[in-house]
């Protein structure tokens, strides 16, 4: 125990810490007592809350995490006893809890013992309950970050550059949702989990890829984002050890993540893929990547999406220089990619390793072939990607206005920058030639 100024901010600081990895579990366990999630966050926020007044005072617990978990379920037995329902669950949870009050050292570890053994299932249940499919993808989101992220409101904005009352919006209307359609705190089963499951995974890609790749804003990238989304995709692995795409997804994430260091310049500017400098990918990230696709092999059947992305990752991992890539292999796997998950925009990742693989007049017929495409029509990378290939076949005037129309779409300040430098030298070089090949 500790009166001191620095006592009190190394107690602030512990609380901060594991309310970032704790409260997932410490929502999960009270949600499985009032079977709503909106109401299970409250409690949770309320134990915190008394975490912030008595630990500065009284110390940090020896298992601070079964402290909040105690504390936020005395709440819940109390709100159980006020509103005179779950009997039944009064009775089972609350001996322990009633014996003493659990902000006490004692109380909490008496509460720990009493506790069940199920809290993986009850964070299992927390992630579909959270990413159904009665909420919106925008609100499933900022729900996920909140409640398996331990976001609070103002970073979900910060990292999404919306105002924090859009992002505190799109959480109440999820929870009012998920009450409105009374949604059980349950996992679902059968061809229902595998649409949930999907849900779920998209979610967690989202969050990454946003942190991979801004959408908008001064930044290339937000590796705090990045982070969020590998530790939510490693908790989802570990609860589901048997799901292939669970751990495609894990995969894929490892691998990308690995590059983090080498996508930026001093400068914060973007280098691309084929520019970068390979010794600054992550090996442990990559190893880690690898040995998440061999877990997804290891689980049987067809590899899903997740899984082929992250196969086409593990190309580029393996290659020490970008010459060395296997671009026929990943063309390949683009193709087999998309007859699992047709989209537009695997065909115009597939029109990028068809160039690298056989040339780029055979990748730019694919291009071509994708620019009626209503999916594409506000999509920057469609001319960024079509420009690219005009320059290599030396069309340096048009491949500047692709550039140009390109940088006009990004909503990315960095990446803008480094479309309109591209368009500029296709400009020079243009000049140089005496206008098209």
């Known amino acids: 125990m500790t009166g001191t100024a620095s006592g009190s901010d190394d107690a602030r600081r512990a609380i901060d810490a594991v309310w970032r990895i704790e409260s997932a579990r410490v929502i999960a366990a009270v949600a499985r007592v009032v079977r709503d999630v909106g109401v299970a966050e409250e409690l949770a926020q309320d134990a915190l809350v008394a975490a912030l007044e008595q630990w500065p005072r009284d110390g940090v617990p020896a298992n601070p995490g079964a402290w909040l978990t105690a504390a936020a379920k005395h709440r819940a037995i109390d709100l159980v006893r006020r509103k005179e329902v779950f009997a039944r669950k009064l009775e089972e949870l609350g001996h322990a809890l009633e014996a003493r009050p659990p902000e006490s050292e004692a109380g909490f ?72 359609a009374e949604v059980p705190f349950e996992q679902p089963q059968g061809p229902d989990r595998v649409e949930r499951l999907s849900s779920v995974l998209e979610v967690i890609y989202l969050v990454f890829n946003e942190g991979y790749s801004a959408t908008a804003g001064d930044d290339w990238m937000r590796p705090a984002l990045c982070e969020d989304a590998l530790r939510l995709g490693r908790l989802l692995a570990g609860l589901m050890p048997k799901e292939p795409e669970v751990h495609g997804l894990v995969a894929l994430m490892e691998i990308q993540a690995s590059r983090a260091a080498a996508r930026t310049g001093p400068d914060g500017q973007p280098v691309l893929l084929v520019d970068q400098d390979r010794r600054r990918w992550d090996r442990l990230l990559i190893r880690r990547g690898f040995a998440a696709l061999a877990r997804s092999d290891a689980a049987g059947g067809p590899p899903g999406p997740y899984a082929l992305q992250a196969a086409i990752a593990a190309c580029h991992a393996q290659a020490a220089r970008v010459q060395d890539t296997d671009w026929r292999r990943i063309a390949d796997l683009y193709g087999v990619l998309a007859l699992r998950a047709p989209s537009p925009v695997v065909e115009l990742n597939r029109a990028v390793a068809v160039t690298m693989a ?26 960024s990607v079509r420009g690219d290939l005009l320059e290599r076949l030396g069309r340096h005037d048009e491949a500047r206005t692709e550039f140009l129309r390109a940088a006009g779409l990004t909503r990315n300040e960095r990446e803008r920058a480094l479309l309109l430098g591209r368009a500029s030298a296709a400009q020079t070089r243009g000049g140089e030639s005496g206008g098209p090949a």
Request: charged share 25%.
């Open 109 to 180: 570890a008496a509460a720990e013992a009493a506790a069940d053994d199920d809290i993986e299932d009850d964070l299992l249940r927390l992630v579909f309950t959270a990413c159904h499919p009665v909420v919106s993808t925008e609100a499933r989101v900022a729900l996920t970050l909140r409640l398996l992220g331990g976001l609070t409101t103002a970073e979900i904005a910060r990292a999404f550059l919306v105002p924090e009352a859009t992002v505190a919006q799109r959480i109440v209307r999820a929870k009012r949702n998920l009450a409105k």
């Open 358 to 383: 056989y040339g780029p007049q055979e990748g730019l017929a694919v291009v071509d072939r994708l620019t009626d495409e209503p999916a594409l029509r506000e999509y920057h990378l469609l001319p």
